[in-house]
């Protein structure tokens, strides 16, 4: 039944990719700023005038327009985002004869960038995704003439992200926390700013526990005797993904609060619900129940989780 679940879940996915692609086949939005008449005058024509921004440009994976054939815009690479410029050159540099970045609606923005990166497989989910549905045009995070990095992004992963979720920020210098702000890992391990098989919080993968999975595959199993809210819930029952003042990034300072929580005479009907007779929760030396139950996430020996 388990793999049958996934089978369902995998073919959802495949058939929402599909109709993806052919609704986007079916649209073919005209290259920004081309109307009828004007021609292409080639980048050393923009140089003139615009001595900095080519040399920002070589710096980008755009350089690749002006240097490829695969796009059939060899020497044209500013006009293959900003539409052909005989008129705007002609017009002494008049800015509303060329598609102008800064001056365009977000909306306009988002459908030049589409043009080539509409269909790439980590922009497919982005027009379903809060960023998508938001209309976050893509030169908040992205930059063609100052990007700092091979993706065009204007600062580090981490910095753009933070930028704008300063929640997150904020739990990242918790006491514990997954080490971000330190570089050990980036905000896009887990998501993916571009959509995401979640669209709510963009993760890679599909729900919470898939996402930790990635990392802590010891977690996963399968295991002869699972616990139940690693089945039935996610990780987030348990821990802050982000970052804790608790230690192990969990929800609550004490491990026995935590347990307790679902292991007590108020949560009948649950297997194993209340602790035996002889667990004194008084004592010291029943406050940790991991302390026993070192398997807590499932184990293949113990159906306690001793082993």
């Not at 029952?237 to 608790?246: K, M, Q």
Request: hydrophobic share 30%; with cysteine.
């Amino acid at each position: 039944m388990r793999w049958l679940g996934v089978l369902r879940s995998s073919a959802f996915w495949i058939l929402l990719v599909a109709a993806t692609v052919s609704v986007w086949s079916k649209q073919e939005p005209s290259a920004p700023g081309q109307p009828e008449g004007r021609t292409y005058v080639g980048t050393e024509a923009c140089a003139a005038c615009h001595e900095d921004l080519p040399v920002g440009l070589q710096r980008s994976v755009h350089a690749l327009l002006e240097k490829g054939t695969r796009w059939n815009s060899e020497g044209q690479a500013c006009e293959a985002c900003h539409g052909p410029g005989s008129e705007h050159v002609e017009g002494g540099g008049d800015p509303e004869k060329i598609f102008s970045f800064p001056r365009a609606t977000r909306e306009a923005q988002n459908e030049a960038c589409s043009k080539c990166h509409g269909l790439t497989q980590a922009q497919l989910g982005r027009r379903s995704s809060l960023h998508g549905l938001s209309e976050l045009p893509c030169t908040n995070c992205h930059s063609v003439h100052a990007a700092k990095s091979f993706s065009s992004l204007k600062q580090s992963p981490t910095a753009t992200c933070l930028k704008c979720h300063d929640q997150a920020k904020a739990d990242f210098r918790r006491p514990f926390h997954h080490k971000v702000l330190e570089g050990g890992m980036t905000c896009a391990d887990c998501h993916q700013p571009h959509g995401g098989q979640d669209p709510r919080q963009h993760l890679r993968a599909g729900g919470t526990t898939n996402a930790c999975f990635r990392c802590h595959t010891d977690k996963q199993g399968p295991f002869a005797f699972e616990h139940a809210p690693l089945r039935l819930g996610d990780c987030t029952s348990c821990h802050v993904p982000h970052g804790s003042i608790n230690p192990k990034m969990l929800v609550r300072a004490r491990v026995q609060s935590l347990c307790l929580e679902c292991h007590s005479a108020s949560t009948p009907g649950i297997p194993g619900a209340q602790p035996p007779a002889f667990h004194d929760i008084r004592s010291p030396r029943f406050q940790n129940c991991t302390t026993c139950h070192v398997k807590i996430h499932g184990s293949n020996v113990s159906p306690i989780f001793f082993q």
